[in-house]
């Protein structure tokens, strides 16, 4: 597709229940970031993956979140037994990184997608 | 102390004023810098990069300042439409490549 492309728009679930959220990125980027963001709050990043290397895990609140990047594409982030405080929109954005790229010189944006929001009753 | 730290504001101003927003940013080496846009309950959408040099589009001027690790954002001429949260985005060095870094946003009510 032409950007990034979140499912569900919308997903309500029981406490207790887990969820699946699902990020396509735009084709061919290398970088892929998950942010959550609370009602009237700022983004609060979760995860980073760039490329094969390891992901960068620092922004994940707990262990009940996890998140899997499947073939350097398509990004699932998981959240277990659910809590209503894991209520809120989860933002995907994925960005053209190059490796090597010369010290100084501008480095390409991210783009993100429409988010799920994610309410938990 | 957070890598990006914005005045959360919100800031009201009339339209036709001219409003600047700061942002600081503790990483020395951060390489790049952007200023985004996110209108209420849509996503972040990218408004300009930041150059050393300073750059201007329109109505929006950004200017960097690398010994200081401080970046601005000016709108001149206010509209209605320029009501929203502006996000000061810098990248940082995370397992040998740049991450981006995004501040919490600094909310801009423009009025009649």
């Known amino acids: 597709g032409a950007g990034v492309s979140q499912s569900p728009s919308n997903k309500v679930t029981e406490k207790g229940k887990d969820v699946e959220l699902r990020c396509d990125p735009i084709s061919g980027h290398t970088a892929l970031y998950w942010y959550r963001q609370s009602l009237g709050q700022g983004l609060e990043f979760l995860i980073y993956f760039q490329g094969n290397s390891a992901p960068d895990k620092s ?6 979140f996890s998140a899997e990047r499947t073939g350097g594409s398509v990004s699932t982030l998981t959240i277990q037994r659910t809590q209503q405080e894991d209520s809120a ?4 954005a994925s960005s053209l990184v190059l490796g090597g790229h010369p010290p100084g010189a501008s480095l390409p944006s991210a783009f993100f997608g429409q988010g799920t929001r994610l309410t938990v009753v | 102390r957070k890598e990006v730290e914005q005045d959360p504001g919100p800031f009201n101003v009339p339209e036709g004023a ?17 200023w985004y846009r996110q209108d209420c309950r849509k996503e ?6 930041v150059y050393s040099s300073g750059n201007e589009d329109g109505r929006f001027t950004a200017q960097l300042n690398r010994a200081s690790q401080y970046i601005s954002l000016l709108i001149r001429d206010s509209k209605l439409s320029d009501s929203a949260t502006y996000l000061c ?9 740049n991450k981006l870094i995004f501040g919490a946003g600094t909310r801009l009510a423009v009025h009649p």
Request: aromatic fraction near 14%; include cysteine.
């Open chain 1, 59 to 64: 922004g994940l609140p707990s262990d009940r």
């Open chain 1, 89 to 92: 929109v989860y933002l995907c």
């Open chain 2, 18 to 34: 001219t409003v600047a927003f700061n942002c600081t940013y503790s990483n020395s080496a951060s390489q790049s810098f952007f």
């Open chain 2, 44 to 49: 972040p959408k990218l408004l300009m990069s």
């Open chain 2, 89 to 97: 985005v810098v990248t940082s060095l995370s397992g040998g490549y």
